[in-house]
């Protein structure tokens, strides 16, 4: 799968959630989620623990996810290519890849989900509150494939934009290299 996708910090909510109201995204709701990355060679793997608040009165769902990507390190709307696969025993895989790879950081952070629609795919803003590190958002412009790479990147060059970002609150890496302060390769 394909995201083109840029992660900046920001600092003032009410501009934030202006720009998401003048695009009607829609809310989809909370998430808590804890990342926990494993050293490896190359990219970057970590296993997503997840639990879904909705908007509405509905109980809390969690789900959990391996993910494994690939994203270079640039200051930038950039393209990551991912891979995913539903986890049924959280604990038991971390387990396994604790065992066989190590762990490299922990990342605990509050996300509230926004939906953009996109031709051939969708548009994921995410606000997050990362413990340890503050508040950032994530846009995530999802490409179905290859040919609607050129468009998803154009939706995220429009949202960095949109959002006001400035180049000195860009992102180059992820939340655990900030919090490692070592980026992954």
């Known amino acids: 799968m394909i995201n083109l996708e840029f992660k900046a910090r920001w600092h003032d909510r ?11 995204a829609t809310f989809v709701g909370v998430l808590q ?10 990219g970057r793997l970590k296993l997503r623990e997840i639990t879904h608040t909705m908007p509405a009165d509905a109980p809390p ?5 391996l993910i494994f990507y690939h994203r270079p390190d640039l200051p930038a709307v950039k393209r990551s290519d991912y891979f995913l696969a539903p986890v ?20 605990a952070k509050r996300r509230e989900l926004h939906l953009l629609p ?9 606000l997050d509150q990362v413990e340890g590190l503050g508040e950032f958002v994530e846009v995530e412009a999802v490409a179905g494939d290859e040919s609607q790479v050129a ?3 154009a939706e995220a060059l429009r949202l960095l934009q949109a959002f006001g970002v400035r180049a000195a609150d ?5 939340y ?9 390769h």
Do not use: W
């Open 151 to 153: 468009v998803a990147e």
């Open 33 to 42: 989620q804890r990342d926990t990355y494993f050293n490896v060679a190359a």
């Open 88 to 107: 049924a025993d959280a604990g038991r895989m971390k387990r396994v890849l604790q065992e066989a790879l190590g762990i490299r950081v922990v990342v």
């Open 170 to 174: 860009l992102i180059s890496g992820s």
């Open 14 to 24: 009410a501009t934030m959630m202006a720009v998401l109201h003048s695009l009607s």
């Open 176 to 184: 655990a290299d900030l919090l490692t302060e070592t980026p992954c």
């Open 61 to 65: 769902t969690a789900e959990c996810q």
């Open 118 to 126: 996109l031709p051939g795919g969708s548009i994921r803003i995410h």
